[in-house]
Nanobody
């Protein structure tokens, strides 16, 4: 079992920055690939960024060059640094842990980009 708790969401003006954190507990964190996903009202959940346990990363085209995913295995935490935020980045952001045998989701944190 893995428990995931996201934090760091909030309201920011266009062009601003936020840093999301996802703290994991309950299993061996380094075993899991980690990802950030988001879901805007009326839209399907979409992948934002992924990082493997070997630290290979992948990003959605819409966030490349603006968002950075990273992980600290000593702290069992994955981060999403979001810069140059746009109104279309507004969504609930979810953390996900994935292994070859199981997957877990956090409860989500709201990010609102508005002037």
């Amino acid at each position: 079992q893995v428990q995931l708790v996201e934090s760091g969401g909030g309201t920011v003006q266009p062009g601003g920055s936020l840093r999301l954190s996802c703290a994991a507990s309950g299993s061996i964190f380094s075993r899991y690939a980690m990802g950030w996903y988001r879901q805007a009202p009326g839209k399907q959940r979409e992948m934002v960024a992924l990082i493997t346990n070997g630290r290979r990363t992948n990003y959605a085209d819409s966030v490349k060059g603006r968002f950075t995913i990273s992980r600290d295995d000593a702290k069992n935490t994955v981060y999403l640094q979001m810069n140059s935020l746009k109104p279309e980045d507004t969504a609930v952001y979810y953390c996900r842990a994935v292994s070859t045998v199981d997957t877990y989701w956090g409860q989500g944190t709201q990010v609102t980009v508005s002037s």
